[in-house]
């Protein structure tokens, strides 16, 4: 490109920057440094007129790199890459400085040192802005298909929004219904809408689009490829039915005569060997279990193949595996209840009358094992005294750290199934803190509250001891009235805490994005992207980025499948600037690269006689992984080569000139 000509910006940003060091001066020192043509220091950088004053210059001085001395790059970096744009600069001729939360405010007690960092770093990216070149992005044909993974009503959601958009959807869930956690609760906070009445419709029309098609009892098993082009491997697990004959009518269901737990009812019901999780369950096609099947278990039986009217059952069904090539991948595996028998306090599993807020719900559903009736489950008679309590497991630093944020509206939701089932009961709620964040919340909250014979405890129990007659008894310390009370319940429900499937660990890998310290999936941003990950082409929705309570989950999910559509109607794929890059000179072919590779993209191929490592440009994230491993120096950075970070550190270890 010639001769180096650098323009400096130094922002003010309000009093952030400059209510901390002078920036006049630190633009004046800039001056001095080589090769900067213009400095300068302007109030808010990132205004119009800001952005028109470095395109001005730009011009006016034939600038060719600029520095901008402000706010993190991951805030305001597009901004300004497109002012170089804009003014006919190739957009990584730029280098930020972070002078506001790298400096001002973690410095403002110490000015004079913080303006001399300051000027520091500004030296730094000068000398460093002298090695930067012109990048170069590639661009690919995506598959304008997407893969949902999940069929909650997070994923439902993504799907419906996903097809009526033109997409062809392909919605993968693990059980034979879709429906999710949504569809085992009797009822949704504030309003007490019946929660199948709100969800079936939607069930309904997933399994009736076009665009989508739905493979239930599957699982994803493998994911290659990259963004625009993934090819995902789902296994097709066998159900003993054949789907394409059975017509869901459910004789089979009504005849069998082997019985098992129902999971759908927390453990709480039984089903037939042969099922569907749910009345309304979609597809209704059934499902053979083998473990409590006794042609599989005892080789006897069969009354099902025997009394289909259409011969669908198949008892030599096997592992099916095909392979999906989709665009983009929406995340919607949702989340589980903890483990409420880690805490060895409260008896869960122990005692018959300790159960959880989502075993509540089945007992308050007119399908669920009691067809609505809340009973105790040691005898069946109704409790005259309820516990519930909040935060079991939650906010709690032997168990789970965070806020389940859903816990206490379905606390207060639980009250109301109590007395709507047993008018004369007491119910104690035990709690830390009363969270009615959401919209009708806190009127919910209020409402509940005020009914006879509730009483809002603000403490968590002791230890939880059976009496003969299956009673519960404890002690909780009142921190409101500073009392020590002691309660004797029939029935106790502890609103868990929640954490991520136990599957997810083993598909976040596969998917290669990263998790938070709750083992959520990680979102790009928390406030700005919260539904994209690290990972081009995969986005998140509903509960798998953080628990969610089903309005903020509808949201997340849609705000989802618009980036996907977003991302697909484009047509193409931009690969990352900071790709690797191979100096096919000093490449010795040693593989060293591809094996710290944590995204595949790099491949050991012969050419004319010797072995050269390749890239590739889509699938690579720019880590830099193999840059820092490839011992003959053949493997740089764009954006992060050697030269460029070399000169940086040894500009700052001679401090600012």
Known sequence: ???????????????????????????????????????????????????????????????????????????????????????????????????????????????????????????????????????????????????????????????????????????????????GKMAQLDKTFPTLDCSKCILTPLMVDVARHPNITIYAYSEVVDVSGSAGDFKVKVRLKPTYVDWSKCTGCGYCTERCPARAPREFDEGLGTRKAIYFDFPQAVPRRPVIDPKYCLWFTKGICRACEKL??????????????????????????????????????????????????????????????????????????EPETVAIVLCAGSRDEKHVRYCCRFGCAAA???????????????????????????????????????????????????????????????????????????????????ESAVVPPKDWESLRRMLKISCDPGGFALELHPKLRPFETTADGIFLAGAIQGPKDIPDTVAHAAAAAAAAIGFLSKGEVESTPYLAVVNEDLCSGCGLCASVCPFDAIEIKEEGGRRIAKVNVIRCKGCGACAATCPSGAMQQNYFTDTQIVSEVSALAGGAK
């Not at 002078?22 to 119009?48: G, H, I, Q, T």
């Not at 104690?428 to 919910?444: H, Q």
């Open 412 to 494: 207060i939701k639980h009250i109301y199934y109590v007395k709507h089932s047993v008018p004369e009961a007491k119910v104690f709620v035990l709690y830390t803190d009363i969270r009615a964040f959401g919209k009708g919340y806190e009127e919910f909250y209020q409402r509940l509250r005020g009914m006879d014979d509730v009483y809002f405890i603000r403490g968590r129990p002791a230890e939880i001891f059976e009496a003969k007659d299956g009673s519960l008894i404890f002690d909780v310390f009142d921190s409101n009235t500073g009392q020590l009370l002691s309660i004797k319940a029939d029935l106790v429900v502890l």
């Open 308 to 381: 289909c009217p259409v011969g669908a059952i198949d008892f030599n069904q096997k592992d099916r595996y095909i392979e999906l090539n989709v665009g983009a991948i929406i995340v919607a595996t949702g989340y589980e209840l903890y483990d409420m028998t880690k805490l060895r306090e409260y008896g869960y599993g122990k005692y018959k009358n300790v159960i959880t807020g989502l075993q509540l719900e089945r007992l308050s559903d007119a399908d669920g094992p009691t067809k609505g009736k809340i009973v105790r489950l040691s005898d069946g008679k």
């Open 1 to 179: 490109m010639g001769e180096v000509r650098i323009g400096v910006y130094i922002c003010h940003c309000g009093k952030n920057i400059g209510g901390v060091i002078n920036p006049s001066r630190v633009a004046e020192f800039a001056s001095k440094l080589p090769n900067v043509v213009v400095a300068r220091d302007y109030m808010y950088m990132c205004s119009s007129p800001g952005q028109m004053l470095i395109e001005e210059d730009i011009k006016r001085h034939n600038l060719n790199r600029v520095i901008v001395a402000a706010c993190s790059p991951r805030m305001h970096e597009p901004t300004f890459q497109g002012v170089l744009k804009k003014a006919g600069l190739n957009p990584w001729l730029l280098e930020m400085v972070n002078i506001r939360e790298h400096v001002t405010w973690v410095h403002e007690d110490v000015p004079d040192k913080a303006e001399e960092k300051a000027k520091e770093l500004v030296y730094a990216a000068v000398m460093r802005a002298q090695h930067l070149y012109e990048i170069t992005i590639h661009r690919l044909p995506v598959v304008k298909s997407a893969l949902v993974i999940g069929g909650g009503i997070a994923g439902i959601r993504a799907a419906l929004d996903l097809a009526n958009a033109g997409i062809k959807v392909y919605l993968v869930e693990k059980k034979q219904s879709i429906g």
